[in-house]
């Protein structure tokens, strides 16, 4: 499997997970947060709205990729992040493993 180049660009925000955690990255920002115990890895982003996610994520348990939502608004908050400033500028989502 080729590697993905794992720098944002832009409006772009890379989504990525290791070690048991999911890894969102924009605009300087690496926000970590505790990730489902069997995911192996996220496949691809089905939708991107506003800080909503939805994402086709491979698991250990499961041969084929299972739809995943995320929902980052909660999170941000979380951390002090104003959501709405932080996510404005995001136009598009991909996946990118090192």
């Known amino acids: 499997m080729k590697a993905n180049n794992t720098k944002s660009t832009g409006h772009e925000a890379i989504l990525s997970s290791a070690d048991g955690f999911t890894a969102f990255s924009f605009g300087g920002y690496h926000i970590r947060f505790r990730a489902p115990y069997s995911l192996e890895r996220y496949v691809d982003v089905v939708t991107w709205d506003d800080g ?4 086709l994520a491979k ?8 739809e995943e939502y995320i929902d980052l608004k909660p ?7 104003d959501p ?5 500028p995001i136009k598009n989502v991909r996946i990118a493993y090192a």
């Open 84 to 88: 709405v400033a932080f996510l404005k």
């Open 75 to 81: 999170i941000l908050e979380g951390l002090y992040i």
């Open 59 to 66: 698991y250990s348990h499961n041969a084929e990729p299972e």
């Open 52 to 55: 909503y996610l939805v994402v």
